[in-house]
Nanobody
């Protein structure tokens, strides 16, 4: 049974940090790209970051570039998203998703608008709230 489980969300003050985790089961990370999406109230789901676990190709949205680091641990079948200097506009439900590797995986084109349609598996999400 393929499953993705997110954890690590919570309430943090502006300027704080969180590390989100995405634990995968039922498949191995090297066959897939793992992407993070987020959805705030009233907004469309948007791509945040991505990692191709076979070649370490990564993607970061402009809104989080320089503040975030995505990494993976193949032994634990887990992908992490470290987020620093958090802002109120980072508040959203964060989802991880798995995308069978292709030339578009973890590229600006492949993570553009409506890229969520390409994802094969989804977790149920973890809530990040940034507020003072």
């Amino acid at each position: 049974q393929v499953q993705l489980v997110e954890s690590g969300g919570g309430l943090v003050q502006p300027g704080g940090s969180l590390r989100l985790s995405c634990a995968a089961s039922g498949f191995t990370l090297p066959s897939y790209a793992i992407a993070w999406f987020r959805q705030a109230p009233g907004k469309e789901r948007e791509g945040v970051s991505c990692i191709s676990t076979s070649d370490d190709r990564t993607y970061y949205a402009d809104s989080v570039k320089g503040r975030s680091t995505i990494s993976r641990d193949n032994a634990k079948n887990t992908v992490y998203l470290q987020m620093n200097s958090l802002k109120p506009e980072d508040t959203a439900v964060y989802y991880c998703a798995a995308d069978l590797l292709s030339e578009y995986s973890c590229t600006s084109q492949g993570m553009g608008p409506t890229s969520y349609v390409r994802m094969d598996y989804w977790g149920k999400g973890t809530l990040v709230t940034v507020s003072s």
